[in-house]
């Protein structure tokens, strides 16, 4: 398959930030505190870019990985929101980098961002580089105290990491559906993808604080079916009031929802470890 002039810069980045998370890994003394930390940074990333992109229309991306413009633009902000920026965030916490790598690293993505506007990959409308200068360096900040304070084993900030992977979870799930168009929401008789991208984020985030405070109390069948249940009844919802259109049965959606309840699980424990999980 030919690779399109477009994909080649994002295709480069992605072996760069690759290289550097499986290094991080790899220096990491605790690897479930680095993937949780890795989570957490993500669900913060795909948070900001659901107001800053989402609604906000603050910039373009052209990956052209995928035909339809409005879904190749979200395909671009994903590399970006979840590998990217996350991956370097993680790396320079993981192995202690001081203010100036934080720094390099603000003017590394600063320098990419400016060749990515040459090539014509990228577009701001109202977003700026500068904006881009002055956030990663917080971003950065943020990542080591979120890290310092889970190693700390802090109660409320595991919580909240623990939702984010959950979030961030969905949130792809919905997005590979899409990509697959098995999936999208809207208002009306023609749903589009810009509608669809706005409602998918809010719908995320609702079921995720749903499976979140199930999975708070306990870790066991109960806590999953109520999750599945209360998941096929908003699926039916949605769909009878034809705010979702899906080629995907409730049977079928039911049978992933059940893998996903599993996969939470397992976060749970790699969260919060077997012996504090009755003391949350």
């Known amino acids: 398959m030919r690779i ?13 930030h690759t290289f550097l998370i499986g290094l991080s890994f ?12 890795l989570g957490s940074i993500m669900g913060f990333s795909y948070l900001l870019e659901f107001f800053v992109l989402n609604l906000f229309k603050a910039y373009k991306y052209k990956p052209k990985v995928l035909k339809n413009k409005q879904m190749d633009n979200i395909f671009g902000a994903f590399l970006s929101q979840s590998f990217f920026i996350p991956f370097t965030a993680v790396y320079f916490t993981i192995t202690k980098a001081g203010w100036k790598k934080k720094l390099f690293g603000s003017m590394y993505f600063s320098i990419v961002e400016m060749i990515f506007l040459h090539l014509g990959v990228y577009k701001h409308n109202w977003w700026r580089t500068i904006y881009t200068f002055i956030l990663l360096p917080i971003c950065f900040l943020i990542s080591d105290g979120w890290y310092y304070l889970i190693t700390k084993k802090h109660v409320l900030i595991r919580q ?5 992977i959950i979030m961030v979870t969905e949130t792809n799930l919905f997005l590979l559906l899409a990509i697959l168009r098995k999936i999208r929401f809207g208002v009306g008789r023609y749903h589009g993808w810009t509608e669809h991208f706005i409602i998918t984020p809010i719908y995320s ?9 199930n999975f708070k109390k306990q870790n066991d069948g109960l806590a999953g079916l109520k999750v599945i ?8 919802i949605f769909c009878k009031s034809r705010i979702l259109k899906i080629k995907i049965n409730l049977m079928s959606y039911i049978l992933i929802k059940t893998v996903m309840v599993f996969i939470y699980g397992a976060y749970r424990k790699w969260i919060f470890g077997e012996k504090e999980l009755n003391n949350i």
């Open 4 to 16: 399109k002039k477009n994909s080649v810069p994002f295709f480069i980045l992605f072996l760069i």
């Open 229 to 236: 249940l209360l998941d096929a009844c908003l699926y039916q």
């Open 160 to 164: 909240f990491s623990f939702f984010l």
């Open 26 to 37: 790899y220096k990491s003394k605790n690897k479930k505190e680095t993937f949780i930390l």
């Open 205 to 213: 985030i609702t079921i995720s604080i749903v499976t979140f405070l």
